[in-house]
């Protein structure tokens, strides 16, 4: 009668795998892509990840050019507690992919409050997309001002009390500082014409997805500018 091999202890299965993720975390850091992306989608498809591994399936896999499989992972990772800079920046990264620019904002400007390092070492002359800027100058304003829905409420007082200028410099903060308020300073400027609110309604567009209204805005902005020129609209015959 044959006896059917005995399965290896637990403990062995779970040193084994430990073994495997340290050896995949060397050849990640190392930047040995193909290998290590072979070697964390094992460990993923042969059990669950814990947050730190599932960062590195998210790193290794938007290496690697996969940004919509790094995007799950980065988004299964901050579901089961994470919250590492890395994988905040790739959900951004993702999130802009698709589309998503609000959600892309807010998660970049987390990811610039969570890293260790600099912006330019994690992604070590990777493209970046349209929203970094937006969430590194949302995160040096809100250092020295109020918050977002303090200071729309302050640019609504200053549009009527007349005080244009004003009303453009706070909404254009808020769109940097809460870049989903979006939608809600484009109703407020609906009337208003001006280049100031021109390069507001403009940004504001960019940022809901609205690309040709925002192209629209700012040649609008280029025109105005052109008309209050010195000289704009005088007789060339004259002099």
Request: net charge negative; aromatic share 2%; proline share 5%.
């Amino acid at each position: 009668m044959s006896r059917r091999a005995a399965a290896p202890p637990v403990d062995t299965v779970a040193d084994a795998r430990r073994t495997d993720l340290r050896l995949a975390r060397l050849h990640l850091r190392m930047r040995l892509l193909p290998l290590a992306r072979a070697e964390f989608e094992t460990l993923a498809a042969t059990g669950p990840l814990d947050p730190g591994a599932l960062g590195d399936l998210a790193e290794v896999r938007w290496r690697s050019g996969d940004l919509a499989g790094a995007g799950d992972a980065a988004a299964a990772h901050l579901e089961s507690g994470g919250g590492e800079g890395r994988a905040l920046a790739i959900a951004a990264e993702a999130a802009a992919a698709i589309g998503r620019t609000a959600e892309a904002g807010r998660l970049a400007t987390r990811a610039l409050d969570r890293l260790d390092g600099s912006l330019d070492d994690l992604f070590a002359g990777m493209p970046k997309r349209a929203v970094w800027p937006i969430a590194s100058t949302r995160v040096a304003v809100a250092a020295v001002l109020r918050e977002p829905m303090e200071e729309l409420e302050a640019a609504r007082v200053a549009l009527a009390e007349g005080r244009s200028a004003s009303a453009a410099i706070r909404l254009a903060l808020v769109l940097r500082m809460e870049p989903s308020l979006a939608p809600a300073i484009l109703d407020l400027i609906a009337d208003r014409s001006g280049p100031a609110f021109g390069v507001v309604r403009g940004d504001a567009y960019r940022i809901v997805g609205r690309e040709v209204q925002a192209q629209e805005a700012f040649a609008a902005v280029g025109v105005l500018l052109d008309d209050e020129a010195p000289g704009a609209g005088a007789d060339p015959a004259a002099g």
